[in-house]
Nanobody
Framework: QVQLVELGGGMVQAGGSLRLSCAAS????????MAWFRQAPGKEREIVAR????????FYADSVKGRFTISGDNAKNTLYLQMNNVRPEDTADYYC????????????????WGQGTQVTVSS
């Protein structure tokens, strides 16, 4: 089993920055892909960014490309999402997810999930 705990959510003004972190524990050696998803009120969960083991092959949703950066610290078993130039439409609950599959793409392919952290961007 893998446990994920997100930190760093909160309120920020449009144009500002926020950094989310996700601490992984348990059988972290079984993780081959990690990702950030988000879900806004009344909308479906969508992927924001993902990255494979050894921090390779980052992927970003078009809506955040150039503004958000996914990174990690293997020594600390922690995943980050640096959010810059945030917009009101970035308001959502953000979830960290981990998969035992390196090529995981959709939410159903991620076996482990954090509890989520809320991000609110005011205009």
């Amino acid at each position: 089993q893998v446990q994920l705990v997100e930190l760093g959510g909160g309120m920020v003004q449009a144009g500002g920055s926020l950094r989310l972190s996700c601490a992984a524990s348990g059988r972290t050696s079984s993780i081959y892909s990690m990702a950030w998803f988000r879900q806004a009120p009344g909308k479906e969960r969508e992927i924001v960014a993902r990255i494979q083991r050894f921090l390779i092959n980052p992927f970003y949703a078009d809506s955040v490309k150039g503004r958000f950066t996914i990174s990690g610290d293997n020594a600390k078993n922690t995943l980050y999402l640096q959010m810059n130039n945030v917009r009101p439409e970035d308001t959502a609950d953000y979830y960290c997810a981990a998969s035992k599959t390196a090529t995981a793409r959709t939410s159903t392919q991620y076996e482990y999930w954090g509890q989520g952290t809320q991000v609110t961007v005011s205009s």
